[in-house]
């Protein structure tokens, strides 16, 4: 049996073609890593760009490594830039309003404009975890630390999953 040439069968059969490719593709990660080949490593960046009344840049570095052997590693890297305005509370006013800080700092207003105050916040954030598979249990151990101007946060996590049914069932 042969198909008719017509352009909707060339564009199923360009989809069907595209669709095994994909599929052909996601399984050669899988297929590559054996027990004897060499540790796989992969560095993502990524990045967050967001603007309103409140702008936010958000760029990431992961980098994972994975083992022959079951073992895993992942660091990752996160810097916030937040810059902006915050309402200070009251409200517009008819007529030119002067508000002073308490620090002393003194901002004039113009008639009907919403009173806000301007901030900036950056933040260093660095993530880390180390994975260890054994027959049916794997043991997890990670660390965080963030840091910005008025903040810090240092902690480590642990974890630990047994697996059971032959790998069908997994109790964390």
């Not at 151990?141 to 059971?164: C, M, P, V, W």
Request: glycine fraction near 8%; hydrophobic fraction near 35%.
């Amino acid at each position: 049996m042969q198909l008719e040439t017509t352009p909707r069968t060339k564009y199923v059969l360009g989809r069907l073609k595209a669709a095994a490719c994909m599929l052909l593709a996601s399984g050669a990660p899988a297929i590559a890593q054996t027990a004897d080949a060499p540790p796989t490593k992969q560095l993502d960046v990524t990045g967050l760009v967001y603007s309103e009344r409140v702008s936010v840049v958000e760029p990431t570095v992961r980098f994972t490594r994975l083992f022959p052997n079951g073992q895993s590693f992942f660091g990752q890297l996160v810097i916030d830039s937040i810059t902006g305005a915050s309402p200070r509370g009251s409200l517009p006013s008819g007529q030119t309003q002067t508000v002073t800080s308490a620090s002393g700092n003194v901002t004039t207003l113009s008639a009907g404009e919403i009173p806000m105050r301007k901030f900036m916040d950056t933040r260093l954030a660095l993530d880390g975890e180390w994975l260890r598979s054994f027959k049916s249990f794997t043991p997890t151990i990670g660390g965080h630390f963030s840091r910005e101007k008025d903040y810090q946060s240092l902690g480590i996590n642990g974890k630990t999953a047994f697996d059971f049914d032959h790998r069908l069932t997994t109790l964390t």
